[in-house]
């Protein structure tokens, strides 16, 4: 397309797709007319998808570890390897977005043993999230079962820093990803600057580059409590770790672009599909997926049931991947549900209105999604792991001359940095005038909401007999009663007994009889005679 003075113009969107392609070959030329953002708009009213091909997808993943540790997350990267097998999808990258070190290399055992140790791995370093619970036992049974590059996240880059890399080096609204945790690293995505990898902002950034996110938080059509994905407020997570998840989940949603579609996938849908338990019977022993689900089996006391674990992660990144279809993974985007996602402390609700770019996804056939997770757990690996070389054969004779040692094997871009702290995060761009955001708002746990339902019933059960017995004060009143003889003397009775006291109450008491009184003799009263005079006495 050519432009005024000569210049060519060339449309990221009509470039031929491609894998590697390098970070300058996409870049649209300075002073275009059109923005980029206009033609993503464009190309999505006309109902132009993504390149044909395999799915390109990054997988956020807690595997295991932080306020919402669970073992479907397991599933969720060897389903997965499986589907990549397949040829259906390309691993562009796993990225950990929960604090415990050893996470990372779970994920970096399951990558070694479908041989793809060239999947790079992030990790979460950031600020807010910490480690103090240990994840669950799975977690370190197969680091230490397992051969894999690296055992921990102090081995892996910043996760951040991956998602630009990668992002940049991918094609136009070409990348898919699948968010099975905490929304910590897209968070900071969005808020991240221009770098060495791209010049855009993060927002920019996911804007042109990513064409459908998935994400598995919330309850829909709204939730009663807090779900743990958008909240990271269970299993003994501190407050700060939890406000941090929640401002997250928060930010994530308001503030992702329009022209990146979301599907989000609620905890009503995947605790109805257990998956898992039969990796018991078609898998082997020398399969991490099988070992961290029985380990999960032996040690956790709670979320097992007949048919495995529920199945929150992999649906998602099924539906990432294949789509939602009733007839093959029993799930489908809801209907007559136009509106947007509002997530707030932890808590969504659906707001009805006009359409969007958001939907979530309602479960229609159980059964078939339950199949279709646990054939592609059961799929035998089509790559095996690259055997490490072999030491070098010993000299023929002492007076040979040794061999040079072989060269050391090259290390993936992602590992050849040693592992740095990452720098302090650029201020986020300034906001307009509003209300603020949950992050400077004080997590309040669900205690804290049952204490006061308690405090407050009590207060109404004793209102309530307050009031009960105000209406019988009348007959619950104490009156004191003096019954007194004929005498004048005060207090008096015949016999010399003390005054009579009763108490009145709505019972109607037994009449006492009257006691007779004996009447007494009326004697007249003597009438005092004077003194007879005497002689006066002498002064």
Known sequence: MSLPGGRVHFDPLERPPGPHATKMSHRVAPRSPMPATLLLLLRGALGLGPPAGPVRLILDTDMGGGACQDVDDVAALCMTHALADRGEVELLAVVQDTAPPPCAGVISVINHYYGRDHVPIGAYKGQGLHHSYPPLSYVNDVVRAFPSPIRNNSQVRDAVKLYRRVLADAATR????????????????????????????????VAEKVALLVVMAGRYPSSQRAECNACGCYNGADRASAATASAASSYVVKHMPRTVRMV???????????????LESCATRDNPCRHAYMAYRRDS???????????????????????????????????????????????????????????????????????????????PRAH???????????????????SP????????????????TPPSLPPPPSPPPSPPLLAASPYVPDSVYFAAEVVLLALLLSAGVAWYYSRRGAAARAIVVQRFSGGKRPG??????????????????????PRPLEPRPSEPRARAEPAPPGPRPEI
């Not at 968070?187 to 060495?196: F, I, V």
């Not at 095996?384 to 040794?402: E, G, I, N, W």
Request: net charge neutral; hydrophobic share 35%; with cysteine.
């Open 174 to 205: 070409s990348v898919t990803i699948s968010s099975v945790g905490l929304l910590t690293n897209l968070e900071l995505l969005l808020r991240s600057a221009p770098d060495e990898h791209s010049q855009l902002r993060g927002v920019e950034l």
């Open 492 to 513: 008096s009775r015949p016999g010399g007994q003390r005054p009579h006291i009763m108490m009145l109450t709505d019972q109607p008491s037994r009449p006492s009889e």
């Open 301 to 379: 006391f709670w979320g097992w049931a007949p048919g495995g674990r529920s199945s929150w992660d992999p649906l998602a990144t099924l539906v990432a991947i294949r789509g939602a279809s009733a007839e093959r993974e029993g799930l489908v985007e809801c209907s007559d549900c136009s509106g947007i996602n509002d997530v707030f402390n932890g808590r969504n609700t659906w707001r009805r209105g006009r359409a969007s770019n958001q939907s979530y996804l309602v479960l229609e056939r159980p059964d078939v999604a339950k199949a279709a997770v646990d054939a592609l757990l059961c799929q």
């Open 384 to 402: 095996r792991p690259a055997a490490s070389p072999s030491p070098p054969a010993p000299p023929v004779t002492p007076l040979a001359p040794r």
């Open 264 to 278: 989000f996938l609620g905890g009503e849908v995947g605790e109805n599909v257990r998956t898992g338990e039969a």
């Open 405 to 420: 040692p072989p060269p050391p094997r090259a290390m993936p871009w992602w590992m050849t940095e040693p592992p740095q």
